[in-house]
């Protein structure tokens, strides 16, 4: 089944930093544009970075310099390092397998919350 | 404030059409780039609906339609059903240089 599953969110203080996952299954992440997408509570969806196929990475000016994404091959696994969080951080953490320049397939997505 | 623009909210009643529409710039819509719909079903993550301008994915209804015109889309739907019920996010590209994957506001239909 193709499929993507995120995991790695939770409770982390103002400045804190934090590691999201998400593996995916039945295709391959490395020969895929695969972006993180983020929805605030009750609020709209944002997009956050994406991963080339060739390895560039880009990022919303939001998280630029803070976040970082990444892939490891063999595990076929998408990464978002979070650094420096702040409470407008707090989001739904979406990874998304990335067609050119749309979405075609969405995990579940884990929750982030930055608060003291 | 979202770089695409959606009416916060529509609605119909069962059976009726409705439609949703989102209006970007010149450095997205209106720059030639495609748009795309997405529907979110209460409480689940966002499924496209329909991908450049006005096509759909396999196993989404032919009640659900796309096109782009302009600097705008459209969203149409039609014989309004109750699992329509759900959040509606346009998406396109923008060249400027805060740019990349953006996005409209969403617009929550509701089923009367």
């Known amino acids: 089944e193709v499929q993507l599953v995120e995991s790695g969110g939770g409770l982390v203080q103002p400045g804190g930093s934090l590691r999201l996952s998400c593996a995916a299954s039945?295709?391959?992440?490395?020969?895929?544009?695969m972006s993180w997408v983020r929805q605030a509570p009750g609020k709209g969806l944002e997009w956050v970075s994406v991963?080339?196929?060739?390895?560039?990475?880009y990022y919303a000016d939001s998280v630029k310099g803070r976040f970082t994404i990444s892939r490891h091959n063999s595990k076929n696994t998408l990464y978002l390092q979070m650094n420096s969080l702040r409470a407008e951080d707090t989001a739904v953490y979406y990874c998304?397998?990335?067609?050119?320049?749309?979405?075609?397939?969405w995990g579940r997505g884990t929750l982030v919350t930055v608060s003291s | 404030q979202s770089v695409l623009t959606q009416p916060p909210s529509v609605s119909g009643a069962p059976g009726q059409r409705v439609t949703i529409s989102c209006t970007g710039s010149?450095?997205?819509?209106?720059?030639?780039?495609?748009v795309h719909w997405y529907q979110q079903l209460p409480g689940t993550a966002p499924k496209l609906l329909i991908y450049?301008?006005?096509n759909r994915p396999s196993g989404v209804p032919d009640r659900f339609s796309g096109s782009k015109s302009g600097t705008s889309a459209s969203l149409a739907i039609t014989g309004l059903q109750a699992e329509d019920e759900a959040d509606y996010y346009c998406q396109s590209y923008d060249s400027s240089l805060s740019g990349f994957w953006v996005f409209g506001g969403g617009t929550k239909l509701t089923v009367l």
């Open positions: 991963i080339y196929s060739g390895g560039s990475t």
């Open positions: 998304a397998r990335t067609l050119k320049r749309y979405f075609d397939l």
């Open positions: 010149s450095s997205n819509i209106g720059a030639g780039y495609d």
């Open positions: 450049g301008n006005s």
């Open positions: 039945g295709f391959t992440v490395s020969s895929n544009y």
